[in-house]
């Protein structure tokens, strides 16, 4: 939530590459098959964060496709923050694929107004 800098550490090299990262995150999502292609359809035209918290996003990609629609695709891991972001967004996104993260987002949605309407 909150970082401060030591000056110790104001001299830090990472040990790895960016490459290596994506590559050590991409291997422990093929080892627990979690993994989705997501497909969200833009409809907002102002500026909407498109980088989930705490979510690593494999292979980003953004394009207008003829109808000029902005379709946003990434491979993520489906958990609570990555629905909570979706649902953040509100109706400024459509989920377009895959239908099962579809599916376990409505029941997400659906268990988190069950659970406030008993509070």
């Known amino acids: 939530q909150s970082l401060e800098r030591e000056e110790e550490y104001a001299d830090y090299e990472a040990n790895f590459s960016h490459m290596e990262l994506d ?4 291997s422990l999502r093929g080892i627990s098959e979690d993994e989705v292609r997501l497909i969200l359809k833009i409809h907002s035209r102002e500026e909407i964060d498109l980088n989930p918290p705490y979510q690593y996003l ?3 990609y953004m394009v207008v496709n003829p109808e000029g629609e902005t379709i946003w695709a990434a491979t993520v891991e489906p958990c609570d923050s990555l629905y909570d972001w979706i649902l953040g967004l509100g109706d400024s996104v459509e989920v377009l694929d895959p239908t099962s993260f579809k599916r ?3 029941e997400y949605y659906e268990a988190k107004l069950k659970s406030s309407q008993a509070a």
Do not use: E, R, Y
């Open 23 to 26: 590559d050590f995150i991409s």
């Open 58 to 60: 494999g292979n980003p």
């Open 104 to 106: 376990k987002l409505l």
